[in-house]
């Protein structure tokens, strides 16, 4: 019981965090690790500071690659990784001393392929808050009750058998690239446990996230993740959770109605964004769905911007 985990740190122009983020990896309680740093073309110094980490840990490889975002830094780390499990980090947050061990041993207890830590958001100025934490104590959850996990499709606060990534990749040139594959690797798993430990710590600027930088034509990119991730959940008759993820996308499909203007240049966005809206209407208008549900998509059919308000 010391398998090997790998965990995979895209890099890209964060010379102020990244020692700070494998520093608590190298201090991981669990030491059977490879800390894989992928350098996505970085224009500043993370580089060469990723350079002189590997220098001090054998444990640490380093890859340069021209920049492909998020995407392809993930999935070169996918190529070279050798452990029977992977995590994933984003180069300017860390993990507490003791994550990688909680998530492996109760993976390990339990059988899970999958082990959850609750993620807290923290500041510039020091403060924090809760950013996803479902339980303080140890749950697992088997058959459908796999798939509440869901509504927080991060990988970085995950801890995955190697074999539930066997054909997938993100998607290179998308934003919201956990939506996109999440979903995929939760089927796969028979069964994921929460630790319910405060592990992974993920580094927020105050004012960073406004309305007007979360609603912008990127924001396409979600309305289209949760498309197939709807689609994927139907074709595997997965209820009631297909019937929400159709829900989450008359959300995302109302929040860019009232929130991104037109232009020539997102017009096809929109008019995509509309398809895959009324394909999933059709759907639903079908289903033997709850009357909550029923008053939801009435008001997002005919009143959304009344629904934004109620819910």
Same mark, same amino acid.
């Given at each position: 019981?010391?398998?090997?985990?790998?965990?995979?740190?895209?890099?890209?122009?964060?010379?102020?965090?990244?020692?700070?983020?494998?520093?608590?990896?190298?201090?991981?309680?669990?030491? *059977?690790?490879?800390?894989?740093?992928?350098?996505?073309?970085?224009?500043?110094?993370?580089?060469?500071?990723?350079?002189?980490?590997?220098?001090?840990?054998?444990?640490?490889?380093?890859?340069?690659?021209?920049?492909?975002?998020?995407?392809?830094?993930? *999935?070169?780390?996918?190529?070279?990784?050798?452990?029977?499990?992977?995590?994933?980090?984003?180069?300017?947050?860390?993990?507490?001393?003791?994550?990688?061990?909680?998530?492996?041993?109760?993976?390990?207890?339990?059988?899970?392929?999958?082990?959850?830590?609750?993620?807290?958001?923290?500041?510039?100025?020091?403060?924090?808050?809760?950013?996803?934490?479902?339980?303080?104590?140890?749950?697992?959850?088997?058959?459908?009750?796999?798939?509440?996990?869901?509504?927080?499709?991060?990988?970085?606060?995950?801890?995955?058998?190697?074999?539930?990534?066997?054909?997938?990749?993100?998607?290179?040139?998308?934003?919201?690239?956990?939506?996109?594959?999440?979903?995929?690797?939760?089927?796969?798993?028979?069964?994921?446990?929460?630790?319910?430990?405060?592990?992974?710590?993920?580094?927020?600027?105050?004012?960073?996230?406004?309305?007007?930088?979360?609603?912008?034509?990127?924001?396409?990119?979600?309305?289209?993740?949760?498309?197939?991730?709807?689609?994927?959940?139907?074709?595997?008759?997965?209820?009631?959770?297909?019937?929400?993820?159709?829900?989450?996308?008359?959300?995302?499909?109302?929040?860019? *109605?009232?929130?991104?203007?037109?232009?020539?240049?997102?017009?096809?966005?929109?008019?995509?964004?509309?398809?895959?809206?009324?394909?999933?209407?059709?759907?639903?208008?079908?289903?033997?769905?709850?009357?909550?549900?029923?008053?939801?998509?009435?008001?997002?059919?005919?009143?959304?911007?009344?629904?934004?308000?109620?819910?």
């Amino acid at each position: 019981m010391n398998d090997l985990i790998s965990i995979i740190v895209p890099i890209y122009n964060i010379e102020k965090y990244i020692e700070r983020c494998v520093r608590s990896l190298i201090n991981q309680t669990y030491q *059977n690790i490879e800390i894989i740093l992928v350098d996505d073309g970085s224009t500043d110094n993370s580089g060469n500071i990723a350079d002189k980490l590997a220098n001090q840990d054998t444990r640490i490889k380093c890859i340069h690659q021209k920049n492909g975002g998020l995407s392809a830094a993930r *999935n070169t780390g996918l190529k070279v990784a050798k452990g029977n499990y992977y995590s994933f980090i984003d180069g300017d947050d860390y993990i507490k001393s003791e994550t990688i061990e909680k998530l492996y041993l109760n993976a390990v207890k339990y059988h899970a392929e999958i082990a959850v830590c609750n993620m807290i958001r923290f500041y510039e100025d020091n403060s924090t808050e809760a950013f996803y934490k479902p339980c303080n104590h140890v749950e697992v959850l088997d058959q459908d009750d796999r798939f509440k996990t869901l509504n927080q499709p991060s990988v970085c606060n995950k801890l995955f058998k190697k074999g539930l990534f066997n054909d997938v990749k993100f998607p290179v040139g998308k934003y919201y690239e956990d939506t996109y594959v999440y979903h995929i690797l939760c089927y796969r798993a028979s069964r994921i446990v929460l630790t319910g430990y405060d592990g992974y710590w993920y580094y927020s600027r105050k004012g960073s996230i406004l309305g007007d930088e979360i609603f912008n034509n990127k924001y396409f990119d979600f309305i289209e993740a949760v498309w197939m991730r709807a689609q994927y959940l139907i074709k595997k008759d997965i209820h009631p959770y297909s019937e929400e993820a159709c829900l989450s996308l008359y959300v995302a499909y109302s929040n860019a *109605n009232k929130n991104i203007v037109m232009s020539k240049e997102n017009n096809h966005q929109f008019e995509q964004a509309k398809s895959y809206y009324l394909d999933i209407y059709k759907y639903l208008i079908h289903r033997n769905i709850s009357f909550k549900q029923k008053i939801r998509l009435f008001l997002l059919r005919y009143f959304p911007k009344l629904h934004t308000k109620i819910y």
